[in-house]
């Protein structure tokens, strides 16, 4: 297995620190409102890291938090709280909020077939673990309180950007809306761990804490939540592009100075999904949701197919153009799935020959489109019908598109009409023909014929196009 690892920008063999099982830690979604498909795009490519991990035998855990409190509206650490925003806008409680944000996510993971993770955390069950992370920190110099809030002092690390070689451009994605210098800082990177006191007094969720009432800063759920799951060593940590600075840089920061130690080995990072216009956001206001496409004809897993087939490490335009294109492509190979012949006896020595080049290819740090790639090739040999769909539904277990769900896949009731038809007189021709009955068969041909549908007769059963 290997991994681009965003620490070193190289792709590198994965080693994990103990041998056969994998720790995983993915930032989970804020829950102020429903998740666009660019938030799912990062999640898609996850799940297929976690899936084809298992695929390649490693025993994964996979931890999630749900950020319910305490993501700012700008990740400066000003700026109203995204979940307090989100409860003005809907009259609803904070809490109400969170909820039902969460579910709905939920609800679009599993459209996509995204797999929940083993463990999902929201940040308010936490809230005393990031306390005590907060006390140790200032007890070991690494934190200083300022202004009624606590913040993390950059200045006591040696490689503060542990990312490297970060281009101004990189530093910025993460720095949204409306930032404002916050005049309580030593240092411009340093970020709040707690907040007693913040220019939004209405904060709606507060807590008890050594230095008063208040409530966490964003970055240390993440630091407590994996720990608490994970342990102090971490394979894995996933996220999008965004989250690598300040985020991700503010969490390795405040984890090793906390533990003394390094704390994740491997950094994998998902580009964004853009539209046309540029970057997809939630606070832009209009967005594209599952429901959103889906309410337009489109199964949701022609989107996820449209992921799969380019490369989590470069950006991805999304346009309904090259949806139109994913869902074409996406009807017709499970078409061409279905139509395989069911009968036979599997060659088992082909499906492992055939499963080893799959980890080859989407074990090459992901390469989800070499997997596409390869469903064709397997397609396209001379194995029997049996031992194409054992295979597909090996690689189905990572590429999560359903390809051996049988169902009338189409654009519209009138197609959905002529499919069930056309398919009920392929069934009778069948029985005439087992029947020697080779007049009737021909006539239930000839009169598809008349209606403008061509039957075929192939290795792998019959066929049917539009004349
Ligand atoms: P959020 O709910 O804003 O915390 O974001 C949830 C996840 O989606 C994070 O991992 C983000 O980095 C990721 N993300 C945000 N915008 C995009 C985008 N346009 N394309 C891909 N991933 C994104
Ligand atoms: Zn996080």
């Not at 992370?133 to 202004?147: D, S």
């Not at 720990?227 to 840089?249: R, S």
């Not at 055939?354 to 596409?372: C, H, I, Q, R």
């Not at 189905?396 to 009338?408: P, Q, R």
Request: with cysteine; glycine share 6%.
């Amino acid at each position: 297995m290997k991994l681009f690892n965003t620490l070193t920008r190289n792709v590198e063999e994965f080693v994990p620190n103990v041998e056969g099982k994998v720790n995983m830690y993915t930032c989970g979604p804020t829950v102020y409102h429903f998740a666009h498909i660019g938030n799912l795009r990062s999640y898609i490519m996850e799940d297929v890291l976690e899936k084809i991990l298992r695929y390649s035998g490693y025993d994964v855990k996979r931890v999630m938090n749900i950020t319910d409190v305490g993501h700012l509206s700008s990740d400066a650490d000003t700026g109203e709280d995204k979940m307090l925003a989100g409860a003005k806008r809907e009259q609803k409680t904070v809490m109400e909020i969170a909820k039902f944000y969460t579910d709905a996510f939920f609800a679009d993971c599993a459209k996509l077939n995204i797999k929940t993770p083993d463990v999902v955390e929201p940040a308010t069950n936490c809230i005393d673990s990031f306390i005590e992370m907060v006390e140790a920190l200032l007890e070991k110099g690494y934190a200083y309180r300022a202004g009624e809030n606590i913040y993390f002092d950059t200045s006591k690390l040696s490689n503060y950007y542990v990312f490297g070689n970060q281009t101004e451009e990189e530093l910025m994605v993460g720095v949204r809306d409306d930032v404002t210098e916050d005049e309580n800082k030593k240092n411009k990177n340093d970020f709040v761990l707690w907040f007693t006191k913040s220019k939004f007094e209405d904060q709606a969720l507060k807590w008890d804490s050594p230095w008063g009432v208040g409530y966490p800063g964003w970055h240390i759920e993440c630091s407590c939540i994996s720990m608490k799951h994970l342990g102090e060593y971490m394979d894995i940590h996933c996220g999008g592009i965004d989250n690598m600075f300040p985020h991700h840089t503010n969490e390795i920061a405040q984890s090793e100075a906390y533990l003394g130690h390094k704390w994740c080995n491997y950094w994998f990072h998902v580009h964004h999904l853009n539209d046309q216009s540029g970057k997809m956001s939630k606070s832009k206001g209009e967005f594209l949701t599952v429901s959103l496409i889906e309410g337009k004809g489109y199964d949701p897993l022609a989107y996820r197919l449209f992921c799969l087939q380019s490369h989590y490490r470069k950006p991805l335009i999304f346009s309904y153009e090259a949806l139109d294109q994913a869902a074409g492509t996406y009807k017709k190979l499970k078409k061409r799935i279905a139509d395989l012949d069911k009968n036979g006896t599997v060659d088992e020595a082909a499906v492992q020959e055939y499963k080893a080049k799959f980890v080859e290819a989407v074990g090459n740090d992901v390469n989800t489109s070499m997997g596409v790639t390869l469903l064709y090739d397997v397609l396209k040999t001379d194995l029997n019908g049996a031992t194409k769909r054992a295979i597909i539904g090996s690689y189905d277990e990572v590429l999560s598109l359903d390809l051996l769900k049988e169902e009338v896949a189409a654009d519209n009731g009138v197609d959905a009409e002529l499919e069930a038809y056309v398919l009920a007189k392929i069934e009778e021709r069948k029985a005439a023909k087992k029947e020697k009955n080779f007049a009737l068969a021909d006539a239930i041909r000839n009169e598809l014929l008349e209606q403008g549908i061509v039957l075929e007769d192939t290795r792998e059963g019959v066929k049917w196009k539009k004349a």
